[in-house]
């Protein structure tokens, strides 16, 4: 359930994961880039997209206040 974007370290943007897990038939998801959220337009368009394609998401972030602690929050 953790996926990061282009906004942290990951290579994809959110719409290309909505069609990687479409694809697999994964149909929830949380995208959890460290210390970011989506904002409201990007989040709605996001949330418009996966209930397109029947697929779950849930917003989350991975906050990690030092080196050797993250807390993800759903």
Do not use: C
Request: glycine share 8%; net charge negative.
């Amino acid at each position: 359930m953790q996926i990061h974007l282009v906004n942290s370290d990951g290579i994809y943007t959110p719409h290309e994961i909505i069609e990687i897990a479409y694809g697999y038939g994964i149909k929830v998801i949380s995208i959890t880039d460290h210390n970011f959220l989506l904002d409201e337009t990007e989040f709605e368009n996001t949330r418009l997209i996966a209930s397109g394609r029947d697929v779950k998401y849930i917003e989350g972030i991975g906050f990690q206040p030092d080196i050797w602690m993250l807390i993800f929050i759903y």
